[in-house]
């Protein structure tokens, strides 16, 4: 059950899109469709931002867009707003109904 | 709303025991598959354990597997996490979150509960 590999920060300007990627392997992130991303801010509980790689749960803005290409799924931020900058994790079932997290992101919104 | 409200954290000695609760309100707690995530101080996510619905199947991470035990109570709309021989890795804030689908799992955590503290130290 080894984690998933993000990048530990990334930074974009506000109006900016930035990517967040999360890296696994052929038996987690590239067998599965169900790779779910998680905001945190310092403090809180983690919110669910996409969920099945691509799906956004209700009330959630169009601005965050997931995706995947082989065993690298991708959270998409576009036009950023200063609110963005906190942390996020991606998620993935890695099968025998198991789930692994990734390190986590730290977003900084210049 | 939903609500999902832990209790149970504490200061406890290694290889010691504890029982976390969470009270789940606002949705109809016998439909879903129930989760426990921690955090430990300054850290990542971690998935602990997930119950099905019916409290029927229960899946661990290595990490804790053969030390905690997930159960529900259906009837007092409840989830619990026994913890045993407990470490000092142990320590983190220990999160409940419910999964997204009925009667299955998606794997994707849409509510959570504000967390509960375990400390494991002499």
């Known amino acids: 059950q080894s984690a998933l590999t993000q990048p530990a920060s990334v930074s974009g300007s506000p109006g900016q899109s930035i990517t967040i990627s999360c890296t696994g392997s052929s038996s987690d992130v590239g067998s599965f469709n169900l790779v779910s991303w998680y905001q945190q801010y310092p403090g809180r509980a983690p919110k669910l931002i996409i969920y099945e790689v691509t799906k956004r749960p209700a009330g959630i803005s169009n601005r965050f867009s997931g995706s995947k290409s082989g065993n690298t799924a991708s959270l998409t931020i576009s036009g950023l707003q200063p609110e963005d900058e906190t942390d996020y994790y991606c998620?993935?079932?890695?099968?025998?109904?198991?789930?692994?997290f990734g390190g986590g992101t730290k977003l900084t919104v210049l | 709303q939903v609500q999902l409200v832990e209790s149970g954290g504490g200061v406890v000695q290694p290889g010691g025991s504890l029982r976390l609760s969470c009270a789940a309100s606002?949705?109809?707690?016998?439909?879903?598959?129930m989760n426990w995530v921690r955090q430990a101080p300054g850290k990542g996510l971690e998935w602990v354990a997930v119950i099905l619905y019916d409290g029927s199947n229960k899946w661990y991470a290595d990490s804790v597997k053969g030390r905690f035990t997930i159960s529900r109570d259906n009837s007092k709309n409840t989830l619990y996490l026994q913890m045993n021989g407990l470490r000092a890795e142990d320590t983190a804030v220990y999160y409940c979150?419910?999964?997204?689908?009925?009667?299955?799992?998606?794997?994707?955590?849409?509510?959570w509960g504000q967390g509960t503290l375990l400390t494991v130290s002499s």
């Open positions: 606002g949705f109809t707690f016998s439909s879903y598959g």
């Open positions: 998620c993935s079932y890695v099968g025998n109904s198991i789930v692994v």
């Open positions: 979150a419910k999964d997204f689908t009925r009667f299955g799992l998606v794997y994707a955590l849409d509510y």
